[in-house]
């Protein structure tokens, strides 16, 4: 069995060396990608607003008709 801290050792040197490969991306890229994230989150939010309201609304407009 071998060392553990030699183990660990050796996982971090591969993972930074791995790290330097990775093509990080620009401030432009990262700005819109950001832009892009917020606004999908936003209409994703609308959108579900928009349905659990209505679901709400039908689900009550029925129970009104049952209760009479």
Not at 10 to 26: G, I, N
Not at 35 to 56: H, M, P, Q
């Amino acid at each position: 069995m071998s060392n553990p801290f030699r183990r660990f050792g050796h996982f971090l040197s591969e993972t930074s060396a791995e790290l330097r490969k990775s093509v990080w991306p620009t401030g432009s890229e990262l700005r819109d990608s950001t832009i892009v994230v917020f606004v999908a989150t936003i209409l994703l939010g609308i959108f579900v607003s928009l349905s659990d309201f209505s679901v709400y609304g039908i689900v009550e407009l029925f129970t009104k008709l049952v209760r009479g």
